[in-house]
């Protein structure tokens, strides 16, 4: 699911006015952070919206997928216990 910039305006402008209205200062500090978290993913999604980003493939070429299973069997995060196989 991809977000609108308007809705992620919308919730930084939320997390700005938390961090002005909020007493406790680790509460404005966190909201400080989501302002500006949701001011990253704004600015994605405008790029989004005007055309500037591609969107991502949904299928991998017969070769891609290759080398997917190849990464995947190389990699264990449990390298004591071995492999799992498929």
Known sequence: MTLSASF???????????AISEP???????ARAAAKAWNTEAAWAES??????????LRLSPQEQEEDRQEDHS???NPDRGLVNR
Not at 25 to 30: A, D, P
Not at 48 to 57: I, K, L, Q, S
């Open 75 to 77: 990699f264990s995060e």
């Open 24 to 30: 406790l200062e680790n509460v404005r500090k966190i």
């Open 48 to 57: 989004r919206e005007n055309g500037h980003v591609t969107p991502p493939r």
């Open 8 to 18: 992620c305006r919308a919730q930084e402008a939320l997390q700005l006015q938390r």
